[in-house]
T-cell receptor, first 107, second 116 residues
Framework: GQSLEQPSEVTAVEGAIVQINCTYQ??????LSWYQQHDGGAPTFLSY????GLEETGRFSSFLSRSDSYGYLLLQELQMKDSASYFC????????FGSGTRLQVQP | NAGVMQNPRHLVRRRGQEARLRCSPM?????VYWYRQLPEEGLKFMVY????????ESGMPKERFSAEFPKEGPSILRIQQVVRGDSAAYFC??????????????FGPGTRLTVL
């Protein structure tokens, strides 16, 4: 089985940097993915880490440390449109999602 | 290239009725996944299918739920004799057959099922 833990809520201001952490326990590990979901919307893929280290995609970066069973999503230069829920997910095809972190960006 | 399509977007059923949810994957995608999401919760994996085959149904309740992905046409998630606890958003996702697709899944807009 797999379980992922992430904070339930994070608040930050426009232009700031925010880090959303995810710790996991898995019986087999195939990497960590991150998804964004706006209220009422569909999840959208953001990033994937199969190996240790940092992956950068524009304003978003994701990090993985397999020895620590830990990863994070880093959002830079926050914009109001980044207000959404962010989910880490593990597994191969049959993904197990964390319960999500609701990010609120304030002016 | 059209994205993943799901219909209906909203579905209302009375207890005991059947619900049929449809999903058309993105063009070129041969893998389909169904997830369920309750309000304020994460997505829960239900079933993973390839054309004409169920690969993993470990997340699907043993009774009343079934899924198929026929050779022609959309994937269908079928819920028989619905109960109030089935009320949720049901998301379909698809991915290409390459290994990268194992983790990068493309989600449809979801079907919001309400059971009265």
């Amino acid at each position: 089985g797999q379980s992922l833990e992430q904070p339930s809520e994070v608040t930050a201001v426009e232009g700031a940097i925010v880090q959303i952490n995810c710790t996991y326990q898995t019986s087999g590990f195939y990497g960590l993915s991150w998804y964004q979901q706006h209220d009422g919307g569909a999840p959208t893929f953001l990033s994937y880490n199969g190996l240790d280290g940092l992956e950068e995609t524009g304003r978003f970066s994701s990090f993985l440390s397999r020895s620590d069973s830990y990863g994070y999503l880093l959002l830079q230069e926050l914009q109001m449109k980044d207000s959404a829920s962010y989910f880490c997910a593990a597994g191969r095809r049959a993904l197990t999602f964390g319960s999500g972190t609701r990010l609120q960006v304030q002016p | 290239n059209a994205g993943v399509m799901q219909n209906p977007r909203h579905l209302v059923r009375r207890r005991g009725q059947e619900a049929r949810l449809r999903c058309s994957p993105m063009k070129g995608h041969s893998h389909v996944y169904w997830y369920r999401q309750l309000p304020e919760e994460g997505l829960k994996f239900m079933v993973y299918l390839q054309k004409e085959n169920i690969i993993d149904e470990s997340g699907m309740p043993k009774e009343r739920f079934s899924a198929e992905f026929p050779k022609e046409g959309p994937s269908i998630l079928r819920i028989q004799q619905v109960v109030r606890g089935d009320s949720a958003a049901y998301f379909c996702a698809s991915s290409p057959p390459e290994d990268r697709g194992a983790n990068e899944q493309f989600f449809g807009p979801g079907t919001r099922l309400t059971v009265l």
